[in-house]
Structures are given as structure tokens and as C-alpha cells.
């Protein structure tokens, strides 16, 4: 049901006209964020790392619900929703990227939360509140950061306790019923404690239609953060955050998309004869309802010592992340392809950090240890109709008659160790007083085993041969072999000798940064980067069904490295009223980890490959009530070579990586309590395979967002918003099953979403 919405429409539609930005609006200046990129606060011009910043204000401004909303002002930042939305999140900065899905996986791109790295991917979605800012660094990262990251990283900072009491509510209503909250309070308990306490849900039901049962795409989102700093002497501080959150809705739906029939006939049917026709990319048949559920909690302790002329710092943190997710994945009215993806995430990580200055040389040295277990159980149920059943076993033709078979089931369970310890250290050196050398280097060394276990178990009758692995060495579960047998193994553990060192990744890297910079006028930094990047070697551990000739020796992937050249320039420019900076790179990737999709199972493989492009972003304030962001993303990537079921793909691009982007946010001031802004961001054609197939092509495609704020008082406030206004109809991700099934899975964003926010702050 949705909210009564036509007064807040009339008035929403006037923001077409006028839009919006992110400069403090008091005194019409451009807003200086700080940030701590480099591990000192600075402001982002004097900064030589390429790098995007939303202060808290930002955020609420431009409406930002979870981690996944800042792609929309980032430029070259593109986050896509392989397994659908509040699930793991695709995400990819310039091109680098890892579109897998399976638990036991990390993306190239870390993710941060108050210092500490994210390693379980499927609590990479998270509910954005009482932030203080949100940082978003480019290129290789790792000489001062703990763990090390290929692409880049994206640091959500919260906002700290204070001594004084303040705080701040803030409720929304919008469509589908969605009731969102937002609360925090904090203050000193005595003059050596201080605390914070943060609260936010979010709750709206389904806008994916189901007409066989409940609608899918809700929100049932609960989250929490508990800080207390804690002042044990004059010089030493303790900082301990305590958070959770739980996610627990239906599974979220895609949309049917018929491409083979079975007998080559594209677009006719899928395999089981459905094909959808109603043509609303929010609605569908669906059998199963499924469910979601995500689970997630953490601490740690930050401690700080001033010695004076050198600080001390150390980071000790766990986190665990539990999640069920039941699919719909033939997006069908059958019991056609059922699976069940549970993992528990466990991790420790452990940071030492001792900064200090010699003349004016500034050093940072770290050391980092981190220690995941992820336990992964997979099951699938893969039911055919009796014609089809027929075809694949060779079976005389109405053998197995017209309704669906079990053709076979897959029981997978795997445990996942890995072990990771750095040293890292970064020198600045003034070399006269316009331009400054910064050295950084880190050596990392990286242990990983797992013990994977796939027990295929199929109808007697429909699956006539088979093969145990490593016996057999290539499985072909009914496609082909000509062992005999119904129950069939892959079992690979660090320690079984016939698969050797299968089950055993052993790595270490030396990288390393140069940056030179050039300050001519205080206005003005120019800048070059030479840094390289690293992330270690995998497993892949998913169904693994060993369909068309793939065997044990695919199961771990190679590390990928990645050796980066930036150029660039930050400048402020009309006293003050333009910022303008832009940055140019070449990657040079040696064995970049590409996903690849074979029969039901997912893939992980190696191929070298090229990206080179720009990130543009400028503030202008262009009158005294008037202030506008821009940004864009130029991408040119390019793939070697890759191997998609015995198919070599040569020159590729890369997956979530458009050719160009845009972005933009303008607002107006009309007078001192009224506010009116309009944002938005364009996306040129991209893929969602890399084997840059038509059904994984997404054309371009424009999202507008608007926003009325009014300040009642200097407490209260209420605005009014509207997000996707012109309600494009845009994929944000897609599978392709047509070999597997004859179908396509396509994942579209929320439909146009009309709301309004009440806030209210307190001091």
C-alpha cells in the first residue's frame, strides 16, 4: 500500500527547476571536509591521494540509506547486486572489481569501518547512520593501511562521543510503508568517560510484485553502535565500539527473461516452457518465497598513546557475520532450481601503528595480523521437466513423462582458513618548500587452506553416468562420462596427496608506493603516483558441478597484482568559489581475477589486462544562494584473454565498468530555512558478464533524485524527496543461465520512491 502522495508530488516537481550541493550554506563557502586518507587530518586539496569524501551532512542531504548509495556521487565507483539487494555487493572502483558471489571470497576493493577492514562479504551491505564522513580512496592501498587492497578502499567513519550532551532523531515516511528511523545520543559520564549510543531501522514492504504469493524486495533492517571513550591518563586514550545489525526479509526476486527453449530457439521459452510477458520489471510468478537473513555483530578497541614526539596506536577488532539465503533462481512458477547458500564469517584482526617526525620528515611504520574462518553449506536441488530429462540422459522420449524430475542434488560444505600478516611504513620527505617525495612499502605474507566437500546425489534414472573426483579427474554429472554411479564426491582437503597442494595457498608480496607532488601556490597541488597492489590467491567454493571439462585443477585461482601510474591535479580557483581536480591512470594488471560461469557453477580465473581513464570532480558555487557538484568517470579496460566453457574471449571489458559516468547534485537556497536540490547520475552501457554477452549488456541510462528541506527551527527540520523521479527502469545486475536453463536473471533498482524526513537535534 502505498502513501497518499499527491500535495508532496506537486511540491517535490518544483525541484526539477532549481538544484543542489554540499557547501555550508551559512556563509555560501565550499565545505572543508577533513580527512585522514593518509592517517593525518588534511584537508582533501592537500591531500595527494585521489580521493572522494561525503561529510555526515552529505549524506542525509542526498539521501543515502546503506553502503551501496555512494556510488551514485562517486565517480568511477559502480556497485552492482549479484545475488540481489542487502546481499554480498559487487563492488568496482575504476574497473577493479570481483563480481563473486560465494561467501569464502574478497573483493579487491576493501571496505573499512572505523578503522577496521570488512573481510565478510555478505555483511558489505549496511544501513548508513550517524556517520561523521565517508571516504572513498583510488589505486592500490596497503602502505598505510592494514590490510592490503588491489583497487582501493571505501572507509565509513562514525561519529565519535563527545563531552557535551547532544544528539539528534530522525524519522521517514515513505512508499511501500517504509518507516525509517535514525537516533543517537551522546555526552560525557564523567569527566574521563565519554559515550555514544547510535540506533537506526528501516522497514518497507516488497515493490517486486508476486502474483503466486508474498511480494519480495522489503526491508526489515535493525542496527546498532555502542561507543565509549575512556581517557586513562593525559595521554592516553581508549576507544571501544560495540555494533550489530540484522537483516531478515523474504529473498529479494529478479525478473524472467526467456532466451532458449531447449532446442536453441531463443527468447520462445526457458527450458521449463515459462517465459514472463507482462512487462513490469517489478512484478513476477514466484513459487518460492525464500528468505534472507543477515546477521552481523563486532568489537574493538582502539588505543592511543601521545608520547609527545611520536604517537602510538593499536587496533584490536572481531567481527562475525552469519547469513541464510534461500533463492528463486529459475524466477519462475516451477520447483525448478532451489538453492540454499549459509555461511558463518569469523575474523580477528590485530593493527600496531607508531607515528613520528624526524627534522620534517614524517614516518608512519605499521604491523597487521588478520585470521578469517569461513564455514560455507550449500545446497541445491536441480529439478527438470521429464522431455528435457529425457534429451540430457539419452532416454527414449516420454521415459520420464511431462512433469518436473529430480535430475540431481548438490550438497556442498566447506571450512576456509585464512592467515594474513603485514609490515607497512610510508616516509614523506620535503624536498624544498613547493615539492614533497612520499616512499611507502609493505610486504605481506598470505596462508589460506580449505577442506570443500560436493556430494552430488542423483535420480537413478535420470543421471546414468557419473564420476568421483580425484579418480575420474574431469566430472560430467550426466553430460557425458562413462563412469558409472549415482552418488559422486569432490573432496579436496590441504592435506589429501593425490590433489597435492590443491587445497593450499602459500603467498607473499612486496609492494610499494612513490608519490611526488608539486605545490606552485597554495591553490594548487600536482601530483604522480607509482604504487602497486596485491591480493592473494583463492579457492573457488561454489557448486564446483565440473560440468564441459573443468576439473580439480580449477579450483584455486593465482594472486593478481597490479602496477598503477596516476597523474593529477587539485586546484581551488575564483577565490575560493571553484574547486576543481582531476586525476588520469593506466593499471597494468598481471593475472586480474575475473568470475567466469560454467553449467550451475561460478568461477574464479586468471588473465592479464589493461585499464587506463580519468575521475573528474568540481565544485562551483556560481551566485550567493547557488552551489553545484559535478563529477565523471572516463574507463577504458581491456581483458586478454579468458576461458568461458572451453570459449576463449579475447579483449573483453571489464564487469561493472561503463565507458563513461556522471554525476551531479545542484542546489539553491532559497532563503535562509528553505532548500531545494536535484542530483543525479548517468551511466553509459556496461556488462554484467566478462564475457561481454548481449543479455549481460545494460544500455545507458540517467537517475534523477530531488529534495525540498525546510529548517522550522534551529532544531527541527522536515524534508521532502523523491528518488529515481522520472522511474527509469534500469538493471543493476544480471545472470545469465541460458546454457544451464535457457533464461536470464536480471535485477532491476526500486522504482520511483517519494518520502518524507523529520529530524530533530539537540544540544
Not at 511540491?11 to 585522514?36: D, P, R, Y
Not at 584473454?641 to 563513461?660: H, Q, S
Request: hydrophobic share 35%.
Amino acid at each position: 500500500m502505498r502513501m497518499n502522495k499527491a500535495k508532496l508530488a506537486m511540491a517535490i516537481s518544483a525541484a526539477l527547476t532549481i538544484c543542489g550541493s554540499a557547501a555550508v550554506q551559512a556563509e555560501n563557502v565550499i565545505e572543508k571536509i577533513m580527512i585522514t586518507a593518509s592517517k593525518k587530518q588534511q584537508s582533501i586539496q592537500t591531500s595527494n591521494v585521489a580521493v572522494t569524501a561525503f561529510s555526515g551532512d552529505m549524506l542525509r542531504e542526498l539521501n543515502l540509506t546503506d553502503s551501496t548509495d555512494i556510488a551514485s556521487q562517486t565517480p568511477g565507483l559502480n556497485i552492482g547486486t549479484p545475488v540481489g539487494e542487502g546481499n554480498n555487493p559487487s563492488i568496482s572502483l575504476r574497473g577493479v572489481g570481483l563480481n563473486d558471489f560465494n561467501d569464502n571470497n574478497e573483493g579487491p576493493i576493501a571496505v573499512y569501518r572505523d578503522e577496521v577492514y570488512q573481510s565478510a562479504m555478505p555483511g558489505l551491505t549496511f544501513q548508513l547512520f550517524d556517520l561523521e564522513r565517508v571516504e572513498v580512496l583510488r589505486g592500490p592501498q596497503g602502505t598505510l593501511y592494514g590490510r592490503n587492497a588491489t583497487g582501493g578502499l571505501v572507509h565509513f567513519i562514525s561519529k565519535k562521543p563527545t563531552d557535551e550532551l547532544e544528539g539528534f532523531a530522525s524519522v521517514t515516511f515513505a512508499e511501500y510503508n517504509q518507516i525509517k528511523t535514525e537516533a543517537a545520543i551522546s555526552g560525557g559520564l564523567t569527566d574521563a568517560i565519554q559515550a555514544r549510543l547510535s540506533l537506526a531501522t528501516n522497514n518497507h514492504d516488497g515493490y517486486v510484485t508476486n502474483r503466486m504469493g508474498k511480494d519480495a524486495n522489503e526491508a526489515d533492517n535493525q542496527a546498532y553502535r555502542l561507543q565509549v571513550n575512556v581517557d586513562l591518563a593525559d595521554n592516553v586514550t581508549a576507544l571501544v565500539n560495540v555494533h550489530g545489525a540484522k537483516s531478515d526479509t523474504i529473498a529479494p526476486q529478479y525478473q524472467h527473461q526467456a532466451t532458449d527453449d531447449g532446442s536453441g530457439t531463443a527468447g520462445v521459452s526457458d527450458f521449463y516452457g515459462y517465459k514472463d510477458t507482462d512487462g513490469d520489471v517489478w512484478a513476477g510468478e514466484y513459487d518460492r518465497e525464500g528468505l534472507l537473513k543477515i546477521d552481523s555483530k563486532g568489537a574493538s578497541i582502539h588505543l592511543d598513546y601521545d608520547g609527545g614526539d611520536y604517537t602510538l596506536t593499536s587496533i584490536t577488532a572481531v567481527e562475525e557475520v552469519e547469513k541464510i539465503h534461500q533463492e528463486d533462481t529459475d524466477v519462475g512458477p516451477f520447483d525448478g532450481i532451489t538453492p540454499q547458500f549459509a555461511s558463518e564469517n569469523k575474523q580477528f584482526s590485530q593493527e600496531f601503528r607508531v607515528a613520528f617526525s624526524t627534522g620534517k620528515m614524517d614516518w608512519m611504520f605499521g604491523a597487521y595480523y588478520f585470521e578469517n574462518e569461513v564455514t560455507g553449506a550449500l545446497d541445491l536441488a536441480l529439478n527438470f521437466p521429464g522431455p528435457l530429462v529425457d534429451a540430457i540422459t539419452g532416454a527414449p522420449e516420454g521415459s520420464f513423462g511431462p512433469d518436473m524430475v529430480n535430475f540431481v542434488d548438490y550438497d556442498v560444505d566447506y571450512i576456509q582458513e585464512s592467515e594474513s600478516s603485514a609490515i607497512f611504513g610510508q616516509v614523506e620527505i620535503p624536498l624544498n618548500e613547493q615539492f614533497n617525495l612520499t616512499v611507502g612499502l609493505r610486504y605481506t605474507t598470505e596462508e589460506r587452506t580449505m577442506v570443500y566437500q560436493n556430494k552430488a546425489t542423483g535420480n537413478p534414472d535420470a543421471v546414468v553416468n557419473s564420476c568421483i573426483i580425484p579418480e575420474g579427474d574431469v566430472c560430467d554429472f550426466g553430460f557425458g562420462s562413462d563412469f558409472p554411479g549415482t552418488d559422486n564426491y569432490l573432496n579436496f582437503t590441504s592435506s589429501n596427496s593425490e590433489l597435492g597442494s590443491l587445497g593450499k595457498i602459500d603467498d607473499d608480496n612486496i609492494s610499494g608506493r612513490i608519490s611526488l607532488d608539486y605545490t606552485p601556490t597554495a591553490d594548487l597541488l600536482v601530483f604522480a603516483n607509482v604504487a602497486t597492489g596485491f591480493k592473494s590467491g583463492g579457492f573457488n567454493g561454489g557448486f564446483l558441478d565440473f560440468t564441459d571439462g573443468v576439473t580439480v585443477e580449477d579450483v584455486p585461482f593465482k594472486p593478481e597484482e597490479l602496477l598503477s601510474y596516476e597523474i593529477g591535479f587539485k586546484s581551488t580557483l575564483a577565490d575560493g568559489d571553484v574547486r576543481f581536480n582531476a586525476t588520469a591512470f593506466y593499471y597494468d594488471y598481471k593475472n586480474y581475477q575475473a568470475l567466469t560461469f560454467s553449467g550451475l557453477s561460478q568461477f574464479i580465473d586468471n588473465s592479464d589486462a589493461t585499464i587506463n581513464g580519468a575521475d573528474l570532480e568540481l565544485i562551483w558555487l556560481p551566485g550567493e544562494n547557488w552551489d553545484i557538484n559535478l563529477g565523471a568517470s572516463i574507463i577504458n579496460s581491456d581483458v586478454k584473454e579468458i576461458t568461458v566453457l572451453g570459449e576463449k574471449f579475447n579483449n573483453n571489458e571489464m564487469v561493472l565498468a561503463p565507458r563513461y559516468s556522471l554525476n551531479g547534485l545542484v542546489r539553491y537556497q532559497a532563503t535562509e530555512e528553505l532548500s531545494v536540490q536535484v542530483d543525479f547520475n548517468h551511466q553509459d552501457e556496461q556488462f554484467f558478464d566478462i564475457t561481454n554477452s548481449e543479455v549481460s549488456n545494460e544500455s545507458a541510462y540517467t537517475i534523477f533524485n530531488a529534495r525540498i528541506g525546510y529548517d522550522i527551527n534551529e532544531n527541527l527540520s522536515v524534508s521532502a524527496f523523491v528518488k529515481n523521479l522520472t522511474n527509469e527502469e534500469y538493471r543493476v545486475y544480471s545472470f545469465d543461465f541460458t546454457g544451464a536453463a535457457g533464461y536470464n536473471q536480471n535485477f532491476y533498482a526500486a522504482p520511483r520512491w517519494i518520502g518524507v524526513t523529520v529530524n530533530y537535534t539537540f544540544e
